[in-house]
Each structure stands twice: as C-alpha cells, then as structure tokens.
C-alpha cells in the first residue's frame, strides 16, 4: 500500500491521518519508510515515531545521489546500527538499489524483526515509563492494539484522536495523562506536547551528526536557478513565458496529431455507411461508438498527452511545487490555497484527474470549491474548439479574450464561494525540491497514471453519450429536442 507523504504520526493534515489511520490497523506486514538523504535529520524524526510503533521496518535512504552533492556523507552501516533495522540507499528515479529494497523488505517481513526503542532525555523517559505502566495496567493499549509507550507518546503529546476516546469513558485514565501532562509542563516550562516534539527534534539531530559527515557543497549553476525563478518580480515574468511555452508545445503537438487521426476516422465511417446503408440501426450504433471512440483517439488524447507528459516533466524538474508557491498570494485573495494551482493547471488537460487532484488540499471546502472552479477550466478538447473554431470563424483576437473572460469568471465564481463559505485558510508550508534531471520512464508512468482517469472514467462516458445521440438521430428524436429548444434560438 502506498500511504500518502508523511511528516508525523502526530498531524491534523487529512492525507497524513490517512497514513496513520493505515498504520494502526495492525494488518501491516511490513513499512518501507522512505526517507530524504538530503533532508536527513528532518526525516528521522518520522523514523522515530515509527519505531515506536514495533512494525518490522526497512529504511530507504533515498535520493543518496543528492545528499552527496549537498556535501551530506551518510554512514549507512552506523545508521543501521543505532536503529536496529536494514538501511537500503537507493536513486529511485534512475531505478538505483530498488530491487535490493524490495528483496531486504521481504526478508525482514518474513523475519519480523523489529528496530530498536530510543529514549529521550532522562526526566522525559521517567514520565513515559510511569504514564506506560499505567496504560498497561488498564489495559488501554489493548483498546487500540498499540504498544503502551507509543500511546503514552500520543496522551503527551495530547492528540486529538486518543484524547477524546477516554476523555469520557474512563476517568481514571484520563486523570493520570492530565497528571502526566503536568509533571511535564511544571519540568520544562512547556507545554507536554512541545516538550515531546523537541525531544525528538533534538534525538533525530543527534542521531544525524553521529552518522553523517558534512562538507561544503559545491556551488553550481543550478543552485542559483531560485534567485531568478523565485524572484518576487522576476519570477512571475519566467512563470508567465513558461507557461507560454508549455501550452503552445502542447497545441502545436496537439494539432499535429489530431488532423491525420481525424482524417482516418472521416475515411472509416463512409466506408461503413456503403456496407451497411445509412438508414439501418446497426450502422447509427456503429456510427455512434466510432466518433465516440474518435472523440477521445483523435480530438481528446493527441492534447492531453503531450499535456500530462509536459507537466510530468515540470513535476519531476522541481517546477511545479514552484509555480504553488508564486501564486499562493493571489489564491489566497480568492479564498483558496496555493496547492489549488496543481488541480487547476491539471485541469487545462482533463478535468477529471484535475478533480482527483482536489485530494491534496487538506481542508474540505477548500476541496470543494476548487472541484467547482476545476469545472470551469477548458479542458484540451473545449480549449481545442475554442482557439480553432473561435480563432478561424471570427478571429484570434477573439478567441484570446474568451480565454481571459474564461479566467475573471473563474476568479469571481472563486471569491463567491469563498464568501459563502468564509474560513480562514492557512499558510503555505511547502517543501521546495532541488532541481533534478527528469527521467524520461518516470514521466511516462505518471502520464499514464493520470491518463487512466480520463481513459476509463471520461472516455466511455463519451462513447456512450455519441451512440445515444446517434439512436436519437435515428429515431428523429433529436429534431423533437430541437423544436422544443427552438424558442431560446437568436432571431435573425
């Protein structure tokens, strides 16, 4: 199972509740905790949490390749030492140590082995091991099939979720973990849950300086990219021609394919008309499921490719969690996140899987209100017809302004719904990736990813709606709903 990206077992964040939710049902064989090498004592802090929770583990250390260009060594043989577990080093996106992590998780799952319990600082431990006993000897641990000092951790750290399970149940209980809570306000002039955050910020910064040897980086080019892309003025006028660049390589490549594809299915359905006469109901199915098939072969697919692959590519160079944190300001000012922007550019090519993309967001009505805006995003084929047909018909002037009027309605319907439903939405903490080369394989397996959306949720929908629309052709139904529309038709 693949859990969503987690920072901490101790999270108000949806995706990261999720994760723990998973961890907790106990039917887990076996946890590959991946790791950032280049962000290591940031990551270990998970790993201790982790432990806590005496599930075999493996450790892949990730991105190694990065870490040392950062001037970060990691001791592999001591790291795996000081947690009891098998440490993998690995380059995931050049396919590097993935078979040894898989074969080292199948033994340890078939071993079970179990990494080791690290302690705190001494008065902390005192509190833990009393708090502990007292679990145990009530058997809450049993409740929720947890070791008693990972639950004594979550009462210290007073989440939410175990809190409210005894707050009124057992009473007993809940007056020792208020006991406990206090013994460590009073101790360290902080709050419980402070105290246990910077017990393991401080044991993870340990751990790293004992395993890892830090030397000067070597400062390249690449490294200098921000100062440009991210510059309060400069970097909107990049994220602009970027953007620029992007769209018009996808329409350009778009057309490219659309035209031959089309013209082949334009040759099949005559062909089929002179064998099977257009007056038969088996030649308006037919007719029917081969311009749905046509819809998403020929006019769907040729723009939506090239459309994933590109943002793939944008994805895996470290642009795109860029691009969020450019245009968070202005979303906020329409009520929404930064991460929004992922499901709206999404949306440019298919807004099914910009709609799926919606799950990033933590909050419910921002994930609401982003799906309705999504909505309102030309997909490729609507963005097709709008700048052929618009463009050809009447003049690209015009097909440019029904775009931009597109954008205001988008931003007006945007403010409206987040005045109907008012909440203060928080800050953007958002981990900014180092620029990488992208891999070629790993941007095709994500553009079929999202692609699988459209293909086998959209696509059959719109195979479907043609050959109904063909049988309505067929029965003359279709001149039975235009007459009955005929009213709302301009006069000439």
């Not at 860029?322 to 499901?343: E, T």
């Not at 109907?420 to 397996?445: D, F, N, R």
């Amino acid at each position: 199972m693949d859990l969503p990206g987690t920072y901490s077992l101790t999270s108000f964040d949806l995706a990261e509740l999720e994760a723990r939710k998973y961890l907790l049902k106990g039917n887990v064989d076996i946890v590959i905790n991946v790791i950032d090498a280049s962000l290591l004592s940031r990551s270990l802090e998970l790993t201790l949490q982790l432990l806590e929770l005496k599930l075999p583990m493996v450790i892949c250390l990730n991105m190694i390749d990065e870490a040392e260009r950062k001037g970060i060594k990691i001791d592999i043989e001591k790291l795996s030492k000081v947690f009891g577990v098998p440490v993998v080093p690995t380059i995931a996106v050049k396919g590097k140590g993935i078979k040894e992590l898989f074969s080292t998780a199948h033994k340890v799952g078939e071993e079970k082995k179990i990494g080791k319990t690290l302690n705190f600082s001494k008065d902390v431990e005192e509190i833990i091991d009393q708090l502990s006993i007292q679990i145990k000897k009530k058997q809450v641990d049993q409740e929720f099939n947890v070791p008693e000092r990972f639950l004594a951790l979550k009462y210290l750290e007073n989440d939410s979720y175990f809190m409210e399970n005894f707050e009124k149940r057992d009473k007993d209980i809940f007056k020792d973990i208020i006991h406990f809570q206090n013994k460590l306000i009073e101790t360290h002039n902080r709050p419980s849950d402070v105290v246990i955050s910077s017990e393991r910020h401080s044991l993870s910064m340990n751990i790293f300086e004992e395993v890892a040897l830090v030397t000067r980086p070597q400062i390249k080019l690449i490294d200098r990219l921000d100062d440009t892309l991210m510059h309060p003025y400069f970097g909107y006028i990049f994220l602009v021609g970027i953007l620029y660049l992007f769209f018009n390589a996808v329409f350009t490549v778009g057309r490219l394919i659309e035209e031959p594809l089309l013209e082949y299915f334009y040759k099949i359905i005559p062909l089929i008309e002179i064998r099977m006469g257009s007056e038969t109901l088996s030649f308006s199915i037919i007719s029917g499921i081969i311009q749905g098939l046509a819809g998403g072969i020929a006019i769907v697919l040729p723009y939506l490719f090239p459309f994933l692959f590109g943002l793939a590519i944008l994805e895996d160079l470290g642009y795109l969690p860029r691009i969020a944190f450019l245009l968070d300001a202005f979303l906020h000012k329409i009520g929404l996140h930064g991460k929004s922007i992922i499901p709206f550019i999404l949306g440019y090519g298919c807004t099914v899987p910009a709609i799926m993309a919606t799950r990033i967001l933590e909050s419910e009505r921002d994930r609401f209100i982003a799906s309705v805006l999504a909505t309102m995003i030309p997909c490729a084929a609507r963005m097709t017809i709008i700048f052929a047909l618009v463009a050809f018909y009447i003049s690209p002037q015009a097909a440019l302004a029904i775009y931009i009027l597109n954008i205001i309605v988008i931003i007006i319907s945007g403010k409206i719904l987040s005045r109907l439903l008012p909440e203060v939405t928080p800050g953007m903490i958002l981990e900014i990736p180092a620029y990488h080369i992208p891999s070629i394989k790993v941007a095709l397996a994500k553009t079929w990813l999202r692609m699988k959306e459209f293909i086998f949720i959209a696509w059959p929908l719109l195979v479907v709606g043609s050959t109904i629309l063909s049988l309505l052709q067929y029965y003359k139904a279709d001149m039975l709903i235009n007459n009955f529309f005929s009213p709302l038709r301009p006069v000439k």
